[in-house]
């Protein structure tokens, strides 16, 4: 089955405990973004990679970091969080940047 | 930034009826996306319309995509309780030649009564 999986789906934790969020898809899309939503806010672009060993700022980047060292992995790391980083996280794939993207379950993140 | 802003931001309707929402854009598109998502779930890719596209429809929903009014509408007709959700439109910008960017609104919550 076609699916992007994100772990963990539900993480408490306190300010400054580095983390990681995982993300993994099975369907060899090369483009892979992390977005996080915000009540009114809609969806925001935090980080994108287009391919292997290519990553790139979206629109909220600060106090995230992501890498992408395998095709169907692209994990985001939080190195110190901080409250305002409480949120609901979403990885999404596609074959490409503008095209149809498949989203994991999310994962909803509380720093205290 | 937000690319589309839809409208409503809710809209409460009864089972059977139609539900209309609307995306407005800023600049030019090559595509335009809506996406559904149930309460607290991953979004769900409904139909994408390309700029040079009308109309597009698939089941009980029809898109109709206006690019000089920089507008899309997203029509629901003969609603069920399962289509209670938030829908989404993204619109992707070019950047550069081969490099665009999709940028989501903040949703239309759509809830459908029994």
């Known amino acids: 089955e076609a699916q992007v999986t994100q772990n963990p789906r539900y993480l408490i934790t306190v300010t400054g405990k580095k983390l990681t969020v995982t993300c993994s898809q099975n369907?060899?899309?090369?483009?892979m973004s992390w977005y996080r939503q915000d009540p009114g806010l809609g969806l925001r672009q935090i980080y994108y990679?287009?391919?292997?060993?290519?990553?790139d700022k979206g629109d909220v980047p600060e106090g995230y970091k992501v890498s992408r060292k395998e095709k169907r992995n692209f994990p985001l790391i939080l190195e110190s969080p901080s409250p305002n980083q409480t949120s609901l996280y979403f990885c999404?794939?596609?074959?490409?940047?503008?095209?149809?993207?498949?989203f994991g379950e999310g994962s909803r993140l509380t720093v205290l | 930034s937000q690319q589309g802003e839809e409208d409503p931001q809710a809209l409460s309707i009864q089972e059977g009826e139609n539900a209309t929402m609307n995306c407005s854009y800023k600049?030019?598109?090559?595509?335009l996306q809506w996406y559904r998502q149930n309460s607290g779930r991953g979004l769900v890719h409904l139909i994408l319309i390309r700029s040079n596209e009308r109309e597009k429809h698939s089941g009980r929903l029809r898109v109709t995509l206006d690019t000089s009014k920089k507008s899309s509408s997203l029509l629901i007709t003969a609603s069920r309780a399962a289509d209670t959700a938030s829908y989404f439109c993204?619109?992707?910008?070019?950047?550069?030649?081969?490099?665009?960017?999709?940028?989501f609104g903040a949703g239309t919550t759509v809830t459908v009564r029994a």
């Open positions: 369907m060899n899309h090369e483009y």
């Open positions: 600049t030019s598109i090559n595509n």
């Open positions: 990679s287009m391919n292997v060993e290519v990553t």
């Open positions: 993204a619109t992707d910008s070019r950047l550069f030649s081969n490099d665009y960017k999709l940028s």
């Open positions: 999404a794939s596609s074959f490409t940047r503008n095209g149809e993207l498949f």
